[in-house]
């Protein structure tokens, strides 16, 4: 890096140079200049800095090994671009051929993260921070007004797809690395970790597809000893329960899970919640979310009283008070007496008389709210919305089924403050 007399020695011929030079009407004239320049005077550092970690210092010798097994030898110094955020830059690198296979490479560009584009890691990973966070055009358009970049929504949709492959490699390997009992040991047990699972629906190839969605969080208190959200990590994918339940672990285990004084599960009736929470958190306190379960009470509502009915609207207000207060014992008692007379309020009855009657356990209010506990699932709920929502959702959007999992994995990362993880996943994209 360069030192701090050698950066002040730059500031002083800087402002000789203003001295001599600078000559401006206006603050903005003056901000719209210092901008061209620094544009202008990083592309110059950074090809002077490029050159010179390239041209013959990039020579290994006569030869390298070629991915085939045999050796390609050294052709001579071959030029390319490259994109950087300050610019394109030219540089000559030692360029090496196999005869068998037939096939070039500049180790080099290896060495610097460069593969087939001529975009720099820097400039792939902003690019996907950019895209991740609003639609193309928009983000290829500030782009440009902010840093100069000059990028196509198409490149920019590619260079997306790219870092997505990467990143679902490198969780992957996590994955593959807690199955063995080889992750990495979490920075410290928490003494209750929630874990919250739904789906949601954005328009993918011409129809509407479920993505499923999880959050991991940590329990704070608030002032009445409730439980509280506290530094979340999003997942979400389209793929089968079993897939998505891996993923999920694999995220919750190095955050703590198997350490964890107490593991709880929030989701709403989807079968294939309870499914993975057993099979994934045996021992884990599951609750379905109280809202959710309020809206059943209101369904019952609509089939046993006539829509206007004010004494409809008291019976669902205070069996949804009593559900909290006392649990699911009063509404299945209720249910049980229940005789509607219609076969549409028949069928209603019995389908909800079965939803309270299966999760009455995990409908156990009173006691989770003694212990602290979060009964809803607002933060999954939240999760469904900043994750998928904010992004695949806009109006008028249709999404591709790649498209939508690519921008699903930048988004994770960014929304998990995981810089790291695009930084690495830009350095082994093609």
């Not at 544009?39 to 030869?63: K, L």
């Not at 990028?151 to 590619?158: L, P």
Request: charged share 25%; proline share 4%; with cysteine.
């Amino acid at each position: 890096m360069i030192s701090t007399a050698a950066t002040q020695d730059l500031l002083d011929k800087v402002r000789a140079w203003c001295g001599a030079h600078l000559r401006v009407e206006s603050v903005a004239e003056a901000e719209e200049l210092a901008v061209t320049l620094m544009r202008q005077v990083g592309q110059v550092i950074v090809s002077e800095g490029a050159q010179q970690t390239a041209g013959r210092a990039s020579y290994q010798g006569c030869s390298v090994p070629c991915a085939c097994g045999r050796r390609a030898k050294f052709i001579g110094y071959r030029r390319r671009w490259v994109a950087t955020l300050a610019g394109l830059a030219p540089v000559r690198r030692a360029y090496y051929h196999c005869r068998h296979c037939r096939q070039g490479q500049a180790p080099w560009d290896r060495r610097q993260g460069l593969t087939r584009r001529q975009w720099t890691p820097g400039a792939k990973s902003l690019i996907a921070n950019f895209c991740g966070r609003m639609p193309y055009n928009e983000a290829v358009e500030l782009l440009g007004l902010s840093t100069g970049l000059q990028v196509t929504g198409f490149n920019a949709e590619q260079i997306v797809a790219e870092l997505a492959r990467q990143l679902r490699e490198l969780e992957a390997q996590a994955q593959a690395a807690v199955q063995a009992g080889a992750g990495p040991e979490p920075s410290a047990a928490v003494p209750r970790l929630y874990i919250g699972m739904d789906g949601t629906s954005a328009h993918i190839d011409a129809a509407w597809h479920e993505v499923k969605t999880g959050v991991i969080y940590e329990a704070r208190p608030d002032a009445e000893g409730i439980d509280e959200a506290h530094n979340c990590h999003y997942l979400a994918a389209q793929e089968p329960a079993e897939l998505f339940g891996a993923r999920v672990y694999t995220a919750a285990a190095r955050r703590g899970v198997e350490q964890a004084a107490e593991v709880v599960v929030i989701g709403d009736g989807a079968e294939w919640i309870w499914n993975l929470a057993a099979y994934h958190y045996p021992q884990a306190t599951q609750i379905v979310d109280y809202w959710h379960a309020c809206e059943h009470i209101w369904e019952l509502r609509k089939v046993l009283y006539p829509a206007e009915s004010e004494a409809g609207d008291r019976w669902a207000h205070e069996h949804c008070r009593r559900l909290k207060e006392e649990g699911p014992g009063p509404l299945r008692r209720a249910l049980a007496r229940c005789q509607p007379t219609s076969g549409e309020a028949q069928e209603t009855v019995r389908t909800e008389r079965g939803y309270f009657d299966k999760h009455r356990r995990r409908m156990q209010y009173p006691q989770f709210r003694a212990r602290g506990m979060m009964i809803g699932s607002g933060p999954v709920e939240a999760a469904c919305k900043v994750v998928v929502g904010h992004r695949l959702k806009r109006a008028g959007m249709r999404w591709s089924r790649a498209g939508a999992d690519a921008i699903l994995a930048v988004r994770c990362a960014l929304l998990n403050h995981q810089p790291e993880q695009l930084e690495v996943a830009a350095r082994l994209a093609a």
